[in-house]
T-cell receptor
Framework: EPEVTQTPSHQVTQMGQEVILRCVPISNHLYFYWYRQILGQKVEFLVSFYNNEISEKSEIFDDQFSVERPDGSNFTLKIRSTKLEDSAMYFC?????????????FGEGSWLTVV | AQTVTQSQPEMSVQEAETVTLSCTYDTSESDYYLFWYKQPPSRQMILVIRQEAYKQQNATENRFSVNFQKAAKSFSLKISDSQLGDAAMYFCAYRTPGGATNKLIFGTGTLLAVQP
C-alpha cells in the first residue's frame, strides 16, 4: 500500500538553527499537509498546500515557517530559526483531493528536539 | 468553530473483551466526515475507521465499529475482541466539509491499555 514517507525520523538542533523536514507524499495525491504534535498534546494543523501554494494555514504557522514543493515528489517544511517550543513531532500528510470523503494519510512523523 | 472532545484520557480493557471510546464534537455543518486514528508507541498516525455524516449506517472495519449519533453529535469507537496490539492512543477527528478548508480537527486522545 502506498505510504507517506518522512525524513529524518529524529533530529536534534540548536536553538536558532534552521531545520528542514522532508516528506514524500503518496504519488497521485494533490493535497499536502503538515501537522504538529507537542509531546502529550493533541495533533494540530499547521498548513495545507495545493497547486504549489498554501491553501490554508493556522495561527501557529508564522513567518518562521515555510513550505515548498521543490520537485515533483518532495514536500518540505522549513523552520527558519528554531525555538525551544518548536520541539514536537511533525507529521506530513497527503490526500487525493480536497473532498472531505478522501482520507488524509499520515507519515510516521519527524521528531524534532530543539536544545 | 468546530471542536472535538474526548472525555476519557485513559481506558483499560482485558484482552478479548470489548471497549468503547467516547467522542463528541460541535459543529453547525450538516455534512462532514469523522475519523478515528490510532497512534501506537511508534507514534505513526494510522486510520482506523471513518464515518460520513450523511450516512445513517454505522461504519464497521473488522473488529472496529462506530456508534454515530448525529443529533447528539456523538461518535464512539467500539473495539471488539481486544488484542494486545490495540494498545495505543486513539484520536477522534472531524474533517471540515470541502470548500475553503479541509483540515482535520483532532480531540485530545484516549490512551488505551490492553491487559493480558
Amino acid at each position: 500500500e502506498p505510504e507517506v514517507t518522512q525524513t529524518p525520523s529524529h533530529q536534534v538542533t540548536q536553538m536558532g538553527q534552521e531545520v528542514i523536514l522532508r516528506c514524500v507524499p503518496i504519488s497521485n495525491h494533490l493535497y499536502f499537509y503538515w501537522y504538529r504534535q507537542i509531546l502529550g498534546q493533541k495533533v494540530e494543523f499547521l498548513v495545507s498546500f495545493y497547486n504549489n501554494e498554501i491553501s490554508e494555514k493556522s495561527e501557529i504557522f508564522d513567518d518562521q515557517f515555510s513550505v515548498e514543493r521543490p520537485d515533483g515528489s518532495n514536500f518540505t517544511l522549513k523552520i527558519r530559526s528554531t525555538k525551544l517550543e518548536d520541539s514536537a513531532m511533525y507529521f506530513c500528510a497527503s490526500s487525493r483531493d480536497r473532498s472531505s470523503g478522501n482520507t488524509i494519510y499520515f507519515g510516521e512523523g519527524s521528531w524534532l528536539t530543539v536544545v | 468553530a468546530q471542536t472535538v472532545t474526548q472525555s476519557q484520557p485513559e481506558m483499560s480493557v482485558q484482552e478479548a473483551e470489548t471497549v468503547t471510546l467516547s467522542c463528541t464534537y460541535d459543529t453547525s455543518e450538516s455534512d462532514y466526515y469523522l475519523f478515528w486514528y490510532k497512534q501506537p508507541p511508534s507514534r505513526q498516525m494510522i486510520l482506523v475507521i471513518r464515518q460520513e455524516a450523511y450516512k445513517q449506517q454505522n461504519a464497521t472495519e473488522n473488529r472496529f465499529s462506530v456508534n454515530f449519533q448525529k443529533a447528539a453529535k456523538s461518535f464512539s469507537l467500539k473495539i471488539s475482541d481486544s488484542q494486545l496490539g490495540d494498545a495505543a492512543m486513539y484520536f477522534c477527528a472531524y474533517r471540515t466539509p470541502g470548500g475553503a478548508t479541509n483540515k482535520l480537527i483532532f480531540g485530545t486522545g484516549t490512551l488505551l491499555a490492553v491487559q493480558p
